[in-house]
């Protein structure tokens, strides 16, 4: 019984995680895609409808992209740490 709670903890914790994480990759690439439409279009600085459909069209593949995927490891790597040292401790 123990174990199991100690998964459902593990794993509200970790989901909490991943959240905060995957806001931050976003808008992180956001951030990245309005300063290149700064860049490229210095007259039109600033948010506009164009901007908007810039950002809104390349972020169709960000949710596709490798960096949106690792950010799975934040379930997968603690999860699997949990166990080796349940296994180590428990190994006679």
């Known amino acids: 019984m123990a174990l199991i709670r100690l998964w459902l903890f593990l794993f509200a914790i970790q ?3 991943y959240v905060l994480l995957r806001i931050y ?10 300063r290149r439409w700064d860049a490229r279009h210095p007259e039109q ?10 950002i809104a069209k390349a972020m169709t ?10 950010t799975a490891l934040v379930f997968v790597l603690p999860t699997l740490a ?3 040292i349940i296994v ?3 190994w006679q």
């Open 15 to 17: 989901a909490v995680f």
């Open 25 to 34: 990759v976003r808008s992180q690439q956001v951030e990245r895609l309005e």
């Open 45 to 54: 600085a600033g948010n506009s409808a164009a901007r908007r459909a810039f």
């Open 61 to 70: 593949g960000f949710n596709r992209s490798l960096r949106v995927r690792l």
């Open 82 to 84: 949990v166990l080796v």
């Open 88 to 90: 180590l401790v428990n």
